[in-house]
């Protein structure tokens, strides 16, 4: 059964940095191999540095074009990436709402909105603010990557 799989923009910053691009790449093409989805805000912060990162890419060393030219191709322009409308996002309850920094607002809303409601972040604040909550599971990159990788 495919999950999906909400990011914050670790993502982009993985793909951009040439010392992180092997990660990255060995992530997306786990997340290609078991047909699951990267799901996002259409629009929203990490859709908008990913468009960002596909434009500056021509700049960038052989190496780092055919990624971003790969991740539009096989992610963000494919049925492997949900963009969800935030019209058709849940709403979050109060205290939930409450407790989330605004920046990570569509991050936390979208996770909500999907059915596995799964953040995987590199962001430590966010993962200690919402590791009590029960309705979402917020995991660090490395962690999950370990027992998502086997």
């Known amino acids: 059964m495919e999950r999906e799989i909400t990011v914050d923009e670790w993502i982009v ?3 951009s940095e040439p010392q992180k691009r092997e990660v990255a790449v060995k992530f997306l093409e786990k997340v290609h191999q078991k047909c699951d989805k990267l799901v996002t805000l259409r629009g929203g912060p990490l859709d908008q540095k990913i468009w960002k990162m596909a434009k500056s890419s021509q700049d960038w060393d052989i ?30 309850p109060g205290d939930l709402e409450r ?3 605004e920046d990570d607002l569509y991050l936390v ?12 972040t590199t962001d430590g604040g966010l993962k200690e603010r919402l590791s009590s909550r029960s309705e979402l599971t917020v995991c660090f990159f490395d962690e999950f990557f370990k027992v998502y990788n086997c």
Do not use: N, Y
Request: proline share 4%; charged share 35%; no cysteine.
């Open 13 to 15: 910053h993985f793909i």
């Open 63 to 92: 190496g780092g074009k055919r990624l971003v030219k790969w991740f539009m191709r096989e992610f963000r322009l494919s049925s492997k990436f949900r963009a969800l409308e935030e019209l058709d996002m849940e709403p979050l």
């Open 99 to 101: 407790e989330t920094p």
């Open 109 to 120: 809303k979208t996770a909500i909105s999907t059915l596995d409601r799964l953040i995987v």
